[in-house]
């Protein structure tokens, strides 16, 4: 299983506008693709340097089908994500391979 998170530190003049879209818009797109198992957002607490922070964790489940979404999708949803919110947002990437995973 493959964890891709994306961290974003967001204007928070239009936090809200952005949360609204991304939940509306671009998860829904991104899980669309036939990648993604599932999608999680998260408040990133003590990094509200110039902006507020938020990781959207997408759970994949394969190294294949993560890599199918880079190449037949990122490029235009990333694109769409950049064009809306130029200037407002900070991004970086992050790839995980699960290891193991507990329960209780």
């Known amino acids: ?26 998860i829904p797109e991104v899980l669309q ?3 993604f198992l599932e999608s ?9 340097e110039g902006g507020v922070t938020y990781s959207i964790l997408y759970t994949s489940p394969s190294q294949d ?15 769409d994500h950049t064009e809306k919110y130029q200037g407002k947002f900070a991004a970086f990437r992050t790839i995980l391979t699960v290891v193991e995973h507990f329960t209780v």
């Open 33 to 35: 693709s036939g990648c």
């Open 1 to 26: 299983m493959i964890l891709y998170n994306v961290t974003v530190s967001i204007d928070p003049q239009i936090e809200q506008e952005w949360l609204a879209w991304m939940r509306a818009t671009h």
């Open 40 to 48: 999680k957002i998260s408040r990133i607490h003590g990094e509200e």
């Open 65 to 79: 089908k993560y890599d199918e979404y880079q190449r037949d999708h990122a490029p235009r949803l990333q694109k």
